[in-house]
């Protein structure tokens, strides 16, 4: 039987978009889409909503696949699209962040903080830094201990709308550090932050109030053999 995945994927398609381009239109990262498309996680209403609203999707195909596909011709709005250059090799430093006192002072270039490794790896974007992923609020895309490889970015607006950022915001004076998809808010001077784990709900937060930012580029997990 037709799953719900399966007809997204015949949906992305026929609108002849590969996963990564869908995937930024509905705001969650190209591996989260993978997992919908192939059943080992759902589709919430709110993805089910942008298909209905910028693609002119039928819902009831979407849902139990009776009717036709689209209620009207699609919308296919061009947005541009990142590429960036792969490196044969790079050494990315690994920071504890407990150890750097948070992102601030680490984005800032301090010279007295000392990386606690350095992380070799073939053919990625230049990337900034590294550090351990804590919470579970990216489950199961990222789980607590994996590593995350970043780049820093000077300003909030130059964000690419649905792809994954570490982030540094304020909250009543305390810095609070986190691992998020960022959409684009309804409110002026607002973002929303996005999470892979659908216990954890979104939240709209004022762009003045993020001190630091940067694009999420690799992940590593590291899988211990007993």
Same mark, same amino acid.
Do not use: R
């Given at each position: 039987m037709e799953t719900i995945g399966a007809r997204l994927r015949l949906m992305r398609k026929q609108l002849n978009l590969t996963q990564e381009q869908l995937a930024q239109r509905l705001g969650i990262g190209k591996a989260a889409l993978s997992m919908i498309e192939t059943g080992k996680a759902g589709l919430s209403n709110r993805n089910k909503n942008i298909l209905v609203q910028d693609f002119n999707a039928n819902p009831e195909?979407?849902?139990?696949?009776?009717?036709?596909?689209? *209620?009207?011709e699609p919308n296919l709005t061009a947005y541009s699209h990142r590429t960036d250059k792969a490196l044969p090799l790079q050494s990315v430093p690994l920071y504890?962040?407990?150890?750097?006192?948070?992102?601030?002072?680490?984005f800032a270039n301090d010279a007295n903080i000392e990386?606690? *490794?350095?992380?070799?790896?073939?053919?990625?974007?230049?990337?900034?830094?590294?550090?351990?992923?804590?919470?579970?609020?990216?489950y199961p895309l990222l789980k607590s201990g994996d590593i995350i490889l970043y780049k820093q970015l000077n300003d909030v607006r130059d964000v690419f709308w649905g792809d994954m950022y570490l982030l540094s915001i304020d909250i009543d004076g305390e810095e609070y550090i986190t691992v998020k998809y960022v959409q684009k808010s309804e409110q002026d001077g607002y973002i929303r932050l996005?999470?892979? *784990?659908?216990?954890?709900?979104?939240k709209e937060i004022e762009i003045s109030r993020i001190r630091a930012i940067a694009l999420i580029k690799a992940s590593v997990r590291m899988h211990t053999i007993g």
């Open positions: 195909w979407i849902e139990n696949g009776t009717g036709k596909m689209f *209620n009207a504890s962040i407990e150890g750097t006192a948070g992102l601030v002072p680490l990386p606690i *490794n350095h992380i070799h790896i073939p053919n990625l974007p230049k990337c900034d830094g590294a550090i351990y992923v804590v919470g579970d609020s990216m996005v999470s892979q *784990n659908q216990h954890h709900a979104d």
